[in-house]
């Protein structure tokens, strides 16, 4: 089950965690940090490569510093009354960052619907929501460019659930794939690369996304959900999501 909405972790000075007087501690975010961090986790932390929520937490104490506070910092519950629906949340984590007493804050946003979640947590969408958003900002606190196991979809294909959620069709009803990709679609394949730390532009290989058709933007949402479920590796060239891509 989805951890509860609501955990709040208040660490004391005499609770405060001391980090590792490690000679070999790597620079802080370098590539020899990404792989010293992940070597951190237990397996029972690990599905498959991908480090669980709790994990991600025991392992940013032990690195960064203790947690003073890791809270929903914003709901969007779902509107739907007819289903679960979409729920969004923003998550805060407040560092004290290598028990200096500087303090430190991280935080991440997680939508959840049945069309990205299994259905034994979309039943939950704002617990789930909050738990992802939780991973995220761990994920981003930490340096590191996996994914938190809660993030991914196992039994779901997503891409066949966008396209049959999003309207295609022209209203002759015929499909025309050399049609302009919708809005819906340059909206997700944003979401995803956001996700996955990789830059749009690069990634889609042109300087105007909108100028793409649908058969293209279908191949771009494949190839994400390849690197998603770690079948492929995203290449080093089209790391570094920018916001301001459009």
């Known amino acids: 089950m989805p951890e509860s909405l609501f955990e709040i972790e208040e660490v004391t000075e005499e609770d405060s965690i001391a980090i590792p007087k490690d000679p070999e501690l790597p620079e802080y975010g370098s590539k020899e940090w990404d792989e010293y961090v992940m070597s951190q986790f237990r397996k029972d932390e690990l599905v498959d490569g991908n480090p669980i929520c709790a994990g991600l937490r025991r392992v940013a104490e032990n690195l960064l510093g203790s947690i003073?506070?890791?809270?929903?910092?914003?709901?969007?519950?779902?509107?739907?009354?007819?289903?679960?629906g979409r729920a969004t949340v923003v998550f805060e984590i407040v560092f004290n960052w290598r028990n200096s007493g500087e303090l430190r804050t991280f935080a991440e946003v997680a939508d959840v619907w049945h069309g990205n979640t299994d259905d034994l947590f979309?039943?939950?969408?704002?617990?789930?929501?909050?738990?992802r958003a939780e991973g995220r900002a761990l994920r981003k606190a930490l340096k590191v460019r996996c994914l938190?196991?809660?993030?991914?979809?196992?039994?779901?294909?997503?891409?066949?659930?966008?396209?049959?959620t999003v309207p295609t069709k022209p209203v002759d009803g015929e499909y025309r794939e050399?049609?302009?990709?919708?809005t819906a679609q340059i909206n997700f394949l944003d979401g995803?690369?956001?996700?996955?730390?990789?830059?749009?532009?690069?990634?889609?290989?042109?300087?105007?996304?909108?100028?793409?058709?649908?058969?293209?933007?279908?191949?771009?949402?494949?190839?994400?959900?390849?690197?998603?479920?770690?079948?492929?590796?995203?290449?080093?060239?089209?790391?570094?999501?920018?916001?301001?891509?459009?």
């Open 68 to 84: 003073v506070s890791s809270r929903p910092a914003q709901v969007f519950p779902a509107t739907d009354s007819n289903g679960p």
């Open 122 to 131: 979309a039943a939950h969408p704002i617990a789930t929501a909050s738990t």
């Open 148 to 164: 938190a196991a809660e993030e991914l979809t196992r039994k779901k294909d997503v891409e066949a659930i966008v396209k049959q």
């Open 178 to 182: 050399d049609d302009p990709a919708t």
């Open 192 to 246: 995803k690369c956001k996700q996955l730390d990789i830059n749009v532009l690069k990634f889609a290989e042109c300087e105007d996304v909108s100028k793409l058709k649908k058969k293209q933007m279908s191949k771009l949402i494949s190839t994400l959900n390849l690197y998603q479920g770690k079948q492929e590796i995203i290449p080093p060239d089209v790391v570094g999501y920018n916001k301001n891509w459009r």
